[in-house]
């Protein structure tokens, strides 16, 4: 494993570095590494419900002009939320 360094605000290193000790992890890092994991599995469960969703939808249809406008209107609403 390759070391990654993270700045944490002294509320969330008191977070991290007790909850490793309730949880009994042996390092505070290992339960960092356990959050990354659970994030990227959800992430991947993510990813697979919605491929199952498309394909559950039904038949493709070809994409209008209202499509193409609609996901940009989503994709606007989303990032506004990011930025």
């Known amino acids: 494993m390759e070391p990654l360094q993270v700045a944490l605000s002294a509320e969330?290193?008191?977070?991290?570095?007790?909850?490793?000790?309730?949880?009994?992890?042996?390092?505070?890092?290992?339960f960092v590494r356990h959050l990354i994991e659970?994030?990227?599995?959800?992430?991947?469960?993510d990813i697979s419900n919605m491929a199952q969703?498309?394909?559950?939808?039904?038949?493709?249809t070809e994409w209008t002009k209202s499509d193409a406008e609609e996901i940009r209107r989503r994709v606007r609403y989303l990032m506004a939320g990011k930025v």
């Open 53 to 60: 969703e498309s394909i559950d939808s039904g038949p493709m």
């Open 12 to 30: 969330l290193r008191e977070f991290v570095e007790s909850r490793a000790v309730l949880d009994e992890w042996t390092t505070s890092a290992e």
């Open 38 to 45: 659970c994030s990227r599995r959800r992430w991947i469960q």
